[in-house]
């Protein structure tokens, strides 16, 4: 039995609706990603109190827990766009799954570089091959392999469909990278923010911390989009629509 | 100037500024390159269907 789906979900699913609901939407994610990244750098770097025992280093807290929070959702969402695009044949959900790839691994990149470089100043060691470290890393591969293996294909469809299993498959990482701090002895600290407990730290220190993660998600969405849009050009590029958009730019 | 005494006590953070200023310079980094490449991606796409278009039409 195979129930009907929303409408909004088949408009989604249509190029040139995606196209003008993303025209309507970047300017206010741009906005909101400036105004949020700009206070909650400089709450983080300049207002909140040092912590008692890491000092001032604490403040790389304020780009390396966002950025490993939105490594691991943009992963997330790749994976789950791939089934979309599997199940209901969807190219739109394709698109959004090809455009997290590098975005992510970037992302990825930042939260590995900024923790070695919080993990000299605190452990004493640039790298250790952690559970949690290593798990990350994996991450990484995983976004690289994904973005290799999209271009492996000349034909869109199969890139599309392999793309989607390989994320599916690696999403089992996730739980690992969530779980690695709990399941193995290790040198990282437990997470900051949890659904079910009030943060550890004051209000001081985690508001800007929050106010950081809104804005790299805000950030997030804004390259997603400028990138998706730019894919859906490409595929559509024998449509009316496409054609009346590029003599218009 | 906020939780530090001074701009010199800033820039020092404590004795961690290279480690402070240098994970903010990654990150700083990586959000340019997004959005430079997302910027170039959409120019180079524009500037080739442009180009494309007036060959088709040129032809008809």
Redesign the interface.
């Known amino acids: 039995m195979k129930k009907k789906m929303p409408r909004w979900f088949y408009q989604l699913a249509s190029p040139k609706w995606f196209y003008e609901f993303t025209s309507a939407l970047l300017p206010w994610f741009s906005a909101a990603a400036i105004l949020l990244l700009v206070t909650g750098t400089i709450w983080g770097l300049v207002f909140a109190p040092a912590d008692y025992q890491q000092g001032n280093s604490f403040r790389i807290i304020y780009i390396h827990v966002p950025a490993s929070i939105l490594a691991q959702s943009c992963y997330v969402m790749m994976a789950v766009a791939g089934a979309i695009g599997l199940i209901w044949k969807m190219k739109i959900a394709h698109v959004v799954a090809g455009a997290c790839a590098p975005i992510g691994a970037s992302i990825a990149v930042m939260s590995l570089a900024t923790g070695a470089i919080w993990g000299k100043p605190t452990w004493g060691a640039w790298w250790v091959w952690d559970a949690r470290l290593t798990s990350m890393l994996v991450l990484l591969f995983l976004y690289i392999g994904v973005i290799a293996l999209n271009s492996a294909f000349e034909n869109k469809a199969s890139a599309d469909k392999a793309t989607a299993i390989l994320s599916l498959v690696g999403l089992v990482n996730i739980p690992i990278i969530k779980y690695s701090v709990e399941w193995w002895n290790t040198l990282h600290q437990p997470a900051t923010f949890t659904v079910t407990a009030k943060p550890a730290m004051p209000p001081e220190m985690w508001l800007p911390l929050l106010v950081m993660v809104l804005g790299f998600y805000c950030f997030f969405a804004v390259i997603l989009m400028s990138r998706a849009r730019v894919e859906v050009l490409q595929r559509e590029k024998r449509t009316d629509w496409v054609k009346k958009v590029i003599q218009n730019y | 100037?906020?939780?530090?005494s001074s701009v010199t006590d800033?820039l020092q953070?404590?004795?961690?500024?290279l480690?402070?200023w240098?994970?903010?310079g990654?990150?700083l980094v990586?959000?340019i390159?997004?959005?430079f490449?997302?910027?170039w991606?959409?120019r180079q796409?524009?500037i080739n269907?442009?180009r494309?278009?007036r060959r088709e039409q040129g032809t008809v």
């Open positions: 100037m906020g939780y530090f800033f953070m404590g004795t961690h500024g480690y402070v240098l994970s903010y990654i990150a990586i959000f390159y997004n959005i490449s997302a910027y991606l959409k796409y524009f269907a442009k494309r278009l």
